[in-house]
Every structure is written in C-alpha cells, then in structure tokens.
C-alpha cells in the first residue's frame, strides 16, 4: 500500500512537473477551433454538417481561405469546452480531426534599432538599374561593413559559386514591403491569408527585415546585402500588423508555397501547441521538395517552439556578435543548427542584424539592427536556396549539406548550436564537391588566357569549334547513358580526357614540332600517333577501340578509376564522331569514304562498349 502511494504521488508530480516546464510541454493559446472534414464527404454533406453545429451550438464554421475549400478546412470560434464537445460528439465520424487554431507569432523579445539618419529613405538613382551585377567578394553596398553576421558565415566564398539564381524563396511572416533596397529584388506572386487577398505587403516590418537577410538587392550602391540575392522573393502574410497568426493560415501558406514553385520556405515566427494540420502541409512541401526552415524561439527556453521542433523542419538558433548563443534564444530539443541572430542590449546597435525595413507607424522606410532568431532563420534559408542553386534538390540532402559542413561546438551539453555554427562557404563547396560548374569552366578560361584577345589574334583557337564539339558530344553521349552513369569527378575528367585531351581547346602548332611533349598534353587520344610527328593525320591505331579497351581492362576493378575509363571512352567516342564529320583524315586510309566509315565504326563501337561497362557495372552493384 506504502508503494502504490509513492506510486501515486510520483505520477502527480510528473504530471505537475510536465504542465508547468515549457520545455516539456509547450502550450498554445487559441480562440478558434479548426474542422478539417474527410474529403469522401460531399459538399451537400459538408453543408448539413455546418447547419447542425450552427443550430447546436450558435457558432457558424466557416472556410479558413479562399484555398481552404480542396481541403475542407474550417474555422470556428471557440474554447477548449466547445473543443472537447466537439471531439466527442458525432462530428468526430466526419472528420479528420478537430483541434486548436493555435496563434503562432512573432517570437518576443524581438527590438528595433533605427540606423541614425536612416528614415524615410528613398532610393537613389543608380537603383532603377535593370540588373544585379554578379561580383566575386565584397559587394559595393556602402554599408555592407556593418554586416558582421554576413563575415561569421563566410558569405563572400559561397558568392564565388553562386548567388542563388533560379530559386524561389517563400516568406511566410507579416508580408513584405518594396522598401528601396529591395527594388531590383525578383518577386513572384504571393498572397495574404490574414486579409484573404493576393496583396501581402508589410504592415508591421517583421516580414521585410526577414527578407532583406535573404534576398535584400545587393550591388546596387545602396544600403546592405543580401545572402542569396539573385534568388526569388515569394511574400505570404500570416501574421497581422499586430505579429500573431493561427496555424491554420500558416498551414495553407504552406500549401501555398509547395504548389506555386517555391523551392524554400522561411518561418520566422513560433508558438506553442502541435498542429496535425501544419504537420501535414509540411509533408506535403517536404514531398515538393521544398526545404523548411524556422525560428527556434526567443523565450531562452530548453526547446524550441514550433514550427521549428516540427520533423522536417530545420529549427535555428541564434549567435550573438561573438559566436556565442544570445541570451534570448532558446535551445535543446528542436534545434537543428545555429546561426546569427544578434544582440542589441544596451542599445548596441552595431550587434544587431541589419536591414531595410519600414516604420509599421509612419510606413517610412528605414535601416534597423533587430535581433532575434527570426534574424536567424533567413541566414539558413538563404544558404539553403545556395545549396540548391548549385544543384542539391532533395530537401534531406541540403540540410544535411548544411549541418556536416557547419562549424562544430564541442561541449554542447544542452544542444545550443544543433549541428553547429551555419558556414556558408563550407556549405556550398560541399554541396558542388566533385562537380563542374559553369563557374569553374569560366575561370578555366581565364587562369589559361583563353578570355585574352592575344590567343585569338595569334591563333590560338584553331580548331576550335570542332574540339568544343567533341567535348559538348562527350556530355551528350552520357546524357544519352544518364539512368546508369554516376556523374562524378572521374567521369567528368574522363569525358574531357577522352574527346579533347587534359588541355582541352588548346591547339599546337605544327611550327613546335620540336616540343612534342607540348603537342601530346594538347591532344585527345585518337591524336596521340599524328602529334609526336607534328601531323594532323590521325593514327587508326590510336583513333579506334582500341585505346578505350584498354583503359577499361586496366582500370576496371578501381572503384574510381573505371569511371574515368567509362567517361574517356565516351569522350573518345565523341571524338570519333566530329572527326568523321570534320576532317576524316587517317594515314593509310586517307581521307575518303573509307576514313569515315572506318571513325563512325569504331565511334559506335566505343560508345556500345561504355554502354555494355554500365550496365555490367549496375549488374554486379
């Protein structure tokens, strides 16, 4: 009888200590109640069920949106008497489920620091400019120096790679406004569910801060930065001029986002209560492919808030300008990495993030520091929409991207950091590892002189045309082998080693006969016989099959090596191909019908030997 007491007494104290830890039990506050109806219901039957709870109990659902009616979500007033009423009563049979329009907002704690000088700032001139100039390192916006949390996440060497072209970024927040420094800024239609309207500019700041740290218009010689600037704005308000929206907006801004091309979404804004609704239309955006991020909360409590401790959501916490957890940010179960977030005690308006922003009072615009982790959310979605920039889609694999190469925090006992402190640089290179890129091809061309007018003007690009053919048809022919090939580093090489040589596009002339090691590095392998000899003839020894046989028979049983083989037999082939077309010159054959047939044989026969090695290869995988 002693235990069962102790037993008791130990259960209370539990369920004491549950309902009173936030970390535990985070509890939301709400003033509606949603209605989500199964979908095999009609709509006449929909509507009886509406005129019953009407006459029952005096309040009338009604559509969340004007979205809401695919989905058959409804609204209605009420408490947690009607709450539990209505889960028990028959309506339970006709739903999916029947919980709490929980009010998610704006996370507290959250100041505004105006830049002296800064209000009602208009832009100059120079910002009608139609374009944004890509730029390697620091950008001309004159404050940009003022931008510390820019420098800890070593944004200038992702620049290098991208800017994030191509991705669109969903905003869900207050709206955003076209504040000067976001005029040359990409939008695409968003939508206001607070309001029901397709207007979602800003009536309270938050949300146009938010965007400025991803996507603020950067080269334009004004104001600040920002991080993935070439990227796409998509503005969705759930949040009122006031900062508190109901998840069940949120979660048809969700929807909203996956089905109108966004590729990211960005949530600074977290409450208490978990919502079955917003945990679907985050699985319907994970399944789009699109990367969720959210705020982890500025209550300095152990967990974060939601959305951010949703699964698939990638929760943030915030860094002072030290590297260190700000005081304000909450930590433990929900964080997933950190990143800047600022701090402005003390009115240090230096330690904050900073961005244009308005005046909710005036409307004016201004620059303001505010800190917060709504300042560190943006800084991981806009990192995010570099990662897919570069290619990465699968929305698992760009925030793993993020978290391995994120900066490390040993003697993280409490989970402050998550995976560790957000790297931009890290991140992208990561993300691009074993990949060629446009970028990388571009300062190819410039490390070896090819954008110098000397090379063209002393004849450098001879035979031109037909080497860029060949290595286009080298990629061609394993687009044509893409559901079996693995593009990585060794076939990539192995494609430009086989239809143009390791010095691709650069030609010797016959007049440095006497350097032939020079002319042999300069060649592709059907060339190798005719450029010892300083001949353009090429050798049908080395312009057959044969060559590409023998690579694969010595590098076969490498695991990396055969790639290589599998790409220069490609490429070989490719260069077969063009070299029939072009000039089918071999010795002893000549430079008749009987040359091209014999370099179209053999570039068939190549390319049926690197289909025969993949698929033997997918075979014994």
């Not at 919980?99 to 959250?110: G, L, N, Q, R, T």
């Not at 927040?173 to 000067?180: A, E, L, R």
């Amino acid at each position: 009888m002693k235990k069962l007491l102790i037993f008791a007494l130990f259960l209370l104290g539990l369920g004491w200590a549950i309902s009173n830890f936030s970390g535990l039990a985070t509890r939301g506050t709400y003033d509606s109640i949603v209605l989500d109806f199964k979908e095999s219901l009609g709509k006449a039957q929909i509507e009886q069920e509406i005129q019953a709870i009407a006459r029952q109990y005096q309040v009338t659902p009604h559509l969340n949106s004007a979205f809401s009616g695919s989905d058959n979500v409804y609204l209605i007033k009420g408490n947690g008497v009607l709450l539990n009423t209505l889960r028990h009563s028959h309506l339970a049979r006709a739903t999916e489920f029947i919980e709490p329009a929980y009010i998610y907002s704006i996370p507290e704690i959250i100041s505004a620091t105006p830049e002296p000088g800064s209000q009602g700032l208009t832009a100059p001139a120079s910002a009608e400019s139609p374009a944004i100039r890509p730029q390697i390192g620091a950008p001309n916006d004159p404050d940009y120096h003022k931008q510390w949390n820019f420098r800890a996440i070593n944004i200038e060497a992702a620049w290098s790679e991208t800017h994030g072209q191509g991705i669109t970024i969903a905003v869900i927040d207050t709206g955003i406004s076209p504040v000067p420094d976001l005029q040359q800024t990409q939008f695409v239609k968003g939508y206001d569910f607070v309001n029901d309207r397709e207007d979602a500019t800003d009536d309270n700041g938050h949300g146009t801060h938010v965007a400025g740290t991803i996507a603020q218009s950067t080269n334009n010689h004004l104001g600040v930065t920002g991080i993935a600037y070439e990227a796409k704005l998509m503005p969705l308000k759930v949040l009122s001029a006031e900062g508190g929206g109901t998840t069940a907006d949120i979660a048809e801004a969700i929807k909203f986002a996956a089905d109108n091309g966004a590729d990211v979404i960005n949530m600074s804004l977290g409450g208490g209560g978990e919502s079955q609704l917003i945990k679907e239309a985050i699985d319907h955006a994970h399944r789009k492919g699109i990367v969720l991020v959210a705020a982890a909360g500025n209550a300095n409590q152990n967990s974060a808030s939601y959305p951010a401790r949703y699964p698939r959501v990638i929760g943030v916490s915030a860094l002072d300008a030290m590297g260190n957890k700000a005081p304000y940010s909450s930590f433990g179960a929900g964080v997933d990495i950190s990143a800047p977030g600022g701090s402005t005690a003390d009115g240090n308006v230096a330690g904050g993030i900073l961005q244009n922003t308005l005046d909710p009072q005036t409307g004016h615009s201004l620059f303001a520091a505010f800190q917060g982790t709504s300042m560190a959310a943006p800084h991981v979605a806009g990192v995010a929409a570099l990662v897919k920039a570069t290619g990465v889609s699968n929305p698992d694999e760009v925030a793993e991207v993020m978290k391995q190469a994120a900066l490390k925090v040993k003697d993280d006992g409490l989970n402050h950091f998550g995976s560790g402190k957000l790297d931009a640089a890290a991140a992208v290179k990561l993300a691009t590892q074993g990949k060629i890129t446009f970028r990388d091809f571009f300062r190819w061309l410039r490390d070896n002189g090819y954008l110098n007018p000397r090379f063209w003007i002393d004849g450098g690009a001879v035979a031109l045309l037909p080497k860029l053919a060949m290595v286009l048809g080298s990629y061609l022919l394993a687009f044509l082998l893409r559901n079996y090939l693995p593009f990585t580093a060794p076939l990539a090489w192995g494609l430009v080693t086989g239809s143009s040589g390791l010095f691709f596009l650069r030609c010797i002339s016959l007049f440095d006969a006497p350097q032939w090691p020079l002319r042999l590095l300069g060649s592709s392998i059907p060339e190798l016989g005719g450029a010892i000899q300083g001949s353009s003839v090429l050798n049908p020894i080395f312009a057959s099959v044969l060559v590409p046989v023998g690579l694969l028979a010595l590098f076969w049983g490498h695991p990396r090596a055969k790639w290589f083989a599998i790409g220069s037999t490609l490429g070989v082939a490719a260069c077969l191909l063009i070299s029939a077309l072009v000039s089918p010159t071999l010795v002893w054959l000549g430079e008749g019908m009987v040359a091209r047939l014999f370099l179209l044989v053999n570039a068939l026969l190549c390319f049926g030997l690197a289909r025969l090695a993949v698929s033997d290869e997918r075979r014994t995988a």
